[in-house]
């Protein structure tokens, strides 16, 4: 197939991405549609096997891509609107599939925390002079630039997004020793001298998920567009991520005893720092939750002690009165739900406790399961913005930003309405179960009360007829 140009800058801004999904809601896309939607459908299906889907993905791009000439929506087409058309699909394919393609492998996610460990331990004590860098070529302060772009990798789930930030990290790293040089009238920097500062630099920045990020971008960047600077780039970094991975004293300009020595020391430092943490983004996160969860136990415990001053319903409760008090539909959900067991005893009823199924409650015992997510990697995954301060975000990421807010503001409504829609059938069921139980036991009483002065006028009848002892009473 013929080689591409690289499209990367082209295909930069979301206007190419739009005109995509604009093309793609004309009626007569709807054949276009059908076919992207189903190669989701299919491959969603299938278990993982990146060698197979990623075969798999290529094909159907480049298939698409011939489908896309021939179509009538791109008749007099220029070679850039189909380039453009080629990485609309990409992007929008792999944000669909991108769940379910990173990290595609248990293992994968092994060498995303080993090389990220160790990259952790190395930044404590490497410098630039370990790596043969030039002193005319160090500057860490501009450095920085480039880590902050390498650490935007995670904010993406398009390839050719997540190959963009790695292009920027490059191009900031060449274009401040190309500085440099000119400054001091040294020769033009080659592979030699970029290698090495682009190591430093993915070790001062360790991107979390690096692993997985370049064989995400392997795998599904489309081929022939991995091409030119791109790739040259992305190679670098293949390259820089293969060293850090197996680095070992002799591939510093390092004592043996020494490196050693300052592994060990960065591992005691880091084990304290894990027992006793710097306050950062991870750390607002925890204390969050923290605050969440001991907010939320209060409420819930003030609910638990509520329900607990409550007298428990003891009579039973026919399924018609119930009809009569909360309507056919609100009965139905209570039965469909199990909150009333279909028989007279309502086991079911009395055997839920509100507190358990209250918002409070539950975000209590989610918190948990948030700091394990965390910790794993996959809020970084799939909220990335999470980690991000208000200096480091651009113009391009407040679409996304936007987008994932409103995403979680109605997953999270839709869920405590839920809760409390739920909450409020049981409510009126409760309702209806006490003024059973209020009616019932008053009749009890009634009935109790009419026995007790019927015994009571009859034994009082006897007495005076013991003690007159006339015929009348003897016929009594």
Not at 4 to 20: G, M, N, S, V
């Amino acid at each position: 197939m013929m080689e591409k140009r690289d499209t990367l800058d082209a295909a930069t801004t979301p206007l190419a991405f739009h005109d995509f999904l604009h093309r793609m809601r004309h009626p007569t896309a709807a054949d276009l549609v059908r076919s992207i939607k189903s190669f989701i459908v299919s491959f969603s299906y299938n278990a993982a096997d990146p060698e197979r889907d990623s075969k798999s993905v290529q094909e159907f791009l480049n298939s698409m891509e011939g489908a896309f000439r021939a179509h009538p929506l791109w008749a007099g087409a220029t070679e850039e609107d189909i380039d453009s058309a080629g990485e609309g699909l990409e992007k929008y394919l792999m944000t669909k599939l991108f769940n379910r393609t990173f990290p595609s492998l248990p293992e994968d996610a092994k060498s995303d925390r080993d090389i990220s460990e160790k990259m952790s331990l190395l930044q404590q004590f490497l410098r630039p002079e370990h790596l043969d860098i030039p002193p005319i070529f160090q500057n860490e302060t501009s450095w920085l630039l480039a880590q902050k772009e390498l650490q935007k990798i995670n904010t993406f789930r398009a390839p050719r997004d997540k190959l963009a930030c790695i292009l920027n990290c490059c191009r900031v790293i060449n274009n401040l020793l190309l500085n440099a040089s000119m400054s001091s009238n040294a020769n033009p920097p080659g592979a030699d001298n970029f290698l090495p500062v682009l190591i430093y630099v993915t070790i001062k920045a360790n991107p979390p998920l690096l692993h997985s990020n370049l064989l995400y971008i392997q795998r599904y960047r489309q081929q022939s567009r991995l091409v030119s600077e791109a790739a040259y780039y992305f190679t670098n970094l293949v390259s820089a991520e293969s060293f850090i991975a197996n680095l070992y004293a002799g591939s510093l300009s390092m004592d043996t005893q020494e490196f050693e020595r300052s592994m060990q020391v960065a591992k005691l430092s880091l084990n304290d720092s894990l027992l006793q943490p710097e306050y950062n983004s991870s750390d607002f996160l925890s204390e969050t939750v923290s605050s969440m969860t001991d907010a939320n136990a209060f409420k819930a415990q003030e609910l638990n002690l509520h329900q607990r001053g409550k007298s428990e319903s003891t009579l039973s409760l026919h399924s018609e009165e119930l009809h009569t008090q909360i309507g056919e539909d609100g009965y139905g959900q209570i039965m469909e739900k199990g909150f009333l067991a279909p028989n007279e005893n309502n086991e079911g009823m009395n055997n839920f406790d509100t507190a358990d199924m209250s918002v409070a409650k539950l975000e209590s015992e989610g918190a948990s399961a948030v700091l394990d997510a965390d910790r794993t990697g996959q809020l970084a995954r799939e909220y990335p913005f999470l980690y991000t301060s208000a200096g480091e975000l651009r113009i391009q990421d407040v679409e996304s930003l936007l987008n994932s807010y409103k995403e979680l503001v109605l997953k999270y409504v839709s869920l405590s309405k839920a809760v409390e829609a739920l909450l409020s059938l049981k409510a009126k069921a409760s309702f209806v179960i006490g003024k059973a139980d209020s009616d019932g036991s008053q009749h009890t009483r009634n009935q109790q009360d009419k026995e007790i002065e019927l015994v009571s006028s009859s034994t009082k009848l006897n007495e005076d007829c013991i003690g007159s002892k006339s015929e009348h009473c003897a016929e009594l």
